[in-house]
Nanobody
Framework: QVQLVESGGGSVQVGGSLRLSCAAS????????MGWFRQAPGNDRDFLAA????????YYADSVKGRFTIFRDNAKNTVYLQMNSLKPEDTAVYYC?????????????????????WGRGTQVTVSP
């Protein structure tokens, strides 16, 4: 069982930056691939980024490639999402998720169904 807690959300102006953190409980954090998703009101949950168990491979949605960076610190059981050049359309609740298969493919890790565990989310609001 893994529990995930996101933090780091908040309000920022267009062009600003935020770093989200997701702290995981339990052992063997490196045994999990980790992903970030977001959901805006009235929209589906969208994939943003994923990273394999030891951080060797990262995958990104086209909408955030070049602006967002996913990375992890397995010693701290934490995965991060660095978000730069934020836009109003980035406003959403951001969720992290854990997949017990640490080495999923990019096409697989883009699916919400790939993940067994989810955090409760953190709100990000980008104002003009």
């Amino acid at each position: 069982q893994v529990q995930l807690v996101e933090s780091g959300g908040g309000s920022v102006q267009v062009g600003g930056s935020l770093r989200l953190s997701c702290a995981a409980s339990g052992r063997s954090f490196s045994g999990y691939a980790m992903g970030w998703f977001r959901q805006a009101p009235g929209n589906d949950r969208d994939f943003l980024a994923a990273i394999t168990g030891f951080g060797a491979i990262a995958y990104y949605a086209d909408s955030v490639k070049g602006r967002f960076t996913i990375f992890r610190d397995n010693a701290k059981n934490t995965v991060y999402l660095q978000m730069n050049s934020l836009k109003p359309e980035d406003t959403a609740v951001y969720y992290c998720a854990a997949d017990a298969d640490a080495y999923g493919s990019g096409s697989y890790l883009k699916l919400g169904s790939a993940y067994e565990y989810w955090g409760r989310g953190t709100q990000v609001t980008v104002s003009p």
